[in-house]
């Protein structure tokens, strides 16, 4: 039930581009993706609601192909406060619970 | 802003004892959450709140309590700690379930010894 997220971790030089994927065995009612920063609280970047739904914000987009049950979160010209790890959550069971992937540890160096 | 309120911060247990995680919000979310995050691990839900008085698993329920007898309030028990309960533990709210954002508390870090 819980979604996969992939890759596990990704290490990136400042500008550069990076894409996270999320992907689920169960129908997708919706995909959350969050950031969390070591120590802290997951912090709320986008919902998709519908397949084919794409979002952005700022230079981090996501996008939602709800036939293969899978989502991807793009990071466009990355910033040093990229770095965190990301989670995607997918809602299941009526839109009532949000179970997570295991996670994508993103690093950017200077 | 006080949004989603967790207490205590921090929590030494030993290895048998009880406690009670506070969680409360004053957004008027009908859904809470209760999560719970091994180091460098994804978060696992624990138990769920569609509203007062309605509680159900999550995917790791075992060695938790919980009750809803307000909006505001999903306190999480844990009877008979154990060492494997060692964990950060994040509640949070959402108005419609997974249809809308989920705030999240700011955490409660617990080490069982």
């Known amino acids: 039930q819980q979604p996969v997220q992939s890759p596990q971790a990704v290490i990136l030089r400042e500008g550069e581009d990076a894409v996270i994927n999320c992907s689920s065995s169960?129908?997708?009612?919706?995909v959350h993706w969050y950031r969390q920063k070591h120590g802290e609280a997951p912090v709320f970047l986008m919902i998709l609601l519908k397949g084919g739904e794409q979002k952005g914000h700022e230079k981090i987009s996501a996008s939602f192909n709800e036939k293969k049950q899978q989502s991807s979160l793009y990071l466009t010209a990355s910033q040093l406060s990229y770095s965190g790890t990301y989670f995607c959550g997918s809602g299941v069971q009526g839109a009532q619970k949000l179970v997570f992937g295991q996670g994508t540890r993103l690093t950017i160096n200077p | 802003n006080a949004g989603v309120t967790q207490t205590p911060k921090f929590r030494i247990l030993k290895i048998g004892q009880s406690m009670t995680l506070q969680c409360a919000q004053d957004m008027n979310h009908n859904y809470m959450y209760w999560y719970r995050q091994d180091p460098g691990m994804g978060l696992k839900l624990i138990y769920y709140s569609v509203g007062a008085g309605i509680t159900d698993k999550g995917e790791v329920p075992n060695g938790y309590n919980v009750s809803r007898s307000t909006t505001e309030d999903f306190p999480l028990r844990l009877e008979l700690a154990a060492p494997s309960q060692t964990s950060v533990y994040f509640c949070a709210s959402s108005d419609r379930g997974s249809g809308n954002t989920i705030y999240f508390g700011e955490g409660s870090w617990l080490t069982v010894v």
């Open positions: 169960k129908a997708l009612y919706s």
